[in-house]
Structure formats: structure tokens, C-alpha cells
């Protein structure tokens, strides 16, 4: 599985963001699907992931209520809608694909990765 994000960019305070994570490659609906972030100078950290069927969803407490992650089986993508973000949402956000599903919050779990999008959120 190859993993393409886009959608990051600089955004004021308060503002929205949606990235997206294109898949392509062995069949993407069998895949959970997780976003992480890394800040500079911190160590990777959960955001928020999905089940392959879309039926389930899990977010970090930093993000949960802001944040929304869903997918689109026929489209092989998985989008991530960030709203009300906060300067200390910058970061790096980078999408992973995990074909057990089981442990989602861990990093280390997941199978592939995409290269990364840059999110920049000003005060």
C-alpha cells in the first residue's frame, strides 16, 4: 500500500483544515486507517483512526471534539477534518495503514506510511 497525504498548510487560530490520505495498492477497505502527528523536537503521538469498515473511530483527548476522520472505500481515501484548530496542533501529520486494526493508538502497529503534510496553525 502507498499512502499520499495533502492538505496541510498555514491556518490561523480558530481556523479549519481537511487533509487527506490517498491509497493505492493492495485493497485498501481491509486496512484500519490512523493519523499521527509529530511536532518538532517531540516523538510521533495518536491523533485519531478508523476501522476498515468506517464503523468505528478513536481520537486522542487533545483532539477529540475538533477533529473528525472518516473514509472512502470507493475512493481509497481517508480524510481527516480539523476544525477550531490551536497552535498547538502544528505539526507534521502524517497517515498509516494497519491491517490487524487492533492496537491503533500505537504507532508501531501499522504497517505503511505516508510521506507527511506540514499543518502550521497561527496565533
Known amino acids: 500500500v502507498q499512502l499520499q497525504a495533502c492538505g496541510g498548510g498555514l491556518v490561523q487560530a480558530g481556523g479549519s483544515l481537511r487533509l487527506s490520505c490517498a491509497a493505492s495498492?493492495?485493497?485498501?477497505?481491509?486496512?484500519?486507517m490512523g493519523w499521527f502527528r509529530q511536532a518538532p523536537g517531540k516523538e510521533r503521538e495518536f491523533v485519531a483512526a478508523i476501522s476498515w469498515s468506517g464503523g468505528d473511530t478513536y481520537y486522542a483527548d487533545s483532539v477529540a471534539g475538533r477533529f473528525t476522520v472518516s473514509r472512502d472505500n470507493a475512493k481509497n481515501t481517508v480524510y481527516l477534518q480539523m476544525n477550531r484548530l490551536k497552535p498547538e496542533d502544528t505539526a507534521v501529520y502524517y497517515c498509516?495503514?494497519?491491517?490487524?486494526?487492533?492496537?491503533?493508538?500505537?504507532?508501531?502497529?501499522?504497517?505503511?506510511w505516508g510521506q507527511g503534510t506540514l499543518v502550521t496553525v497561527s496565533s
Open positions: 498509516a495503514a494497519d491491517l490487524d486494526g487492533t492496537y491503533l493508538i500505537n504507532p508501531l502497529s501499522y504497517d505503511y
Open positions: 495498492g493492495r485493497s485498501f477497505s481491509n486496512y484500519a
